[in-house]
């Protein structure tokens, strides 16, 4: 069974491996004008089933980008987050606090006030600040720098900045359906046959 499950593991990790071989033949999906933005690679190509940017709309494309990469951020933080819990570290205090599901529950009032107060300021501040302070406006969106945190990303090249963001894309892609997973195994109760 264990075996089973490995090999599972390998081949779907292998999905998000680059893909190596003959170029991608052109379909309809590579007339659209936003074929060759990032995200829109080898299998798939730009996909876009419900047709949510077949008007071109740049901007519409934009603001469902910058969502995209919030929701892969936030899912990369859940799956460390779960996966940190369950193996059995606690803050100080909340050592009593269960994993998974059956902590909300659990969490105390305070807590709860607490991390709506953390979620709000970071809404606030995790963004384009361009409008509030005399700073360049954002690169990308999803660029948060604000022109204060840079850690050398302007002396990249283009190239190795567009390899970055299509990463940290595919990862949040990828961790968007494995929090899913988790929090689906977690409710049918068998979260334990697919975690050490």
């Given at each position: 069974?264990?075996?089973?499950?490995?090999?599972?593991?390998?081949?779907?990790?292998?999905?998000?491996?680059?893909?190596s071989g003959p170029a991608a033949t052109q379909t309809s999906l590579a007339a659209s004008p936003f074929a060759n933005e990032i995200g829109a690679q080898v299998p798939l190509g730009y996909w876009d089933p419900l047709g949510l940017c077949a008007d071109g709309n740049k901007e519409?494309?934009?603001r469902l980008r910058y969502v995209e990469l919030k929701h892969g951020r936030v899912a990369m933080l859940a799956v460390v987050g779960y996966l940190v819990t369950y193996a059995g570290v606690r803050f100080p205090g909340a050592e009593d606090i269960p994993a998974g599901w059956a902590a909300l529950p659990a969490v105390p009032a305070a807590v709860w006030v607490q991390m709506v107060f953390t979620?709000?300021?970071?809404?606030?501040?995790?963004?384009?600040a361009s409008d509030v302070h005399d700073i360049p406006e954002s690169d990308f969106a999803g660029d948060f720098r604000n022109g204060f945190i840079d850690f050398g990303w302007e002396k990249q090249s283009d190239a190795w900045k567009q390899r970055k963001r299509t990463i940290e894309l595919?990862?949040?892609r990828a961790a968007q359906m494995g929090i899913l997973g988790l929090m689906v195994?977690?409710?049918?109760?068998?979260?334990?046959?697919i975690l050490p």
């Open positions: 069974m264990k075996s089973i499950i490995a090999a599972t593991l390998i081949a779907s990790a292998a999905a998000f491996a680059p893909a519409n494309f934009d979620w709000g300021v970071m809404e606030a501040f995790n963004r384009d595919n990862q949040g195994h977690d409710k049918l109760g068998n979260v334990q046959d």
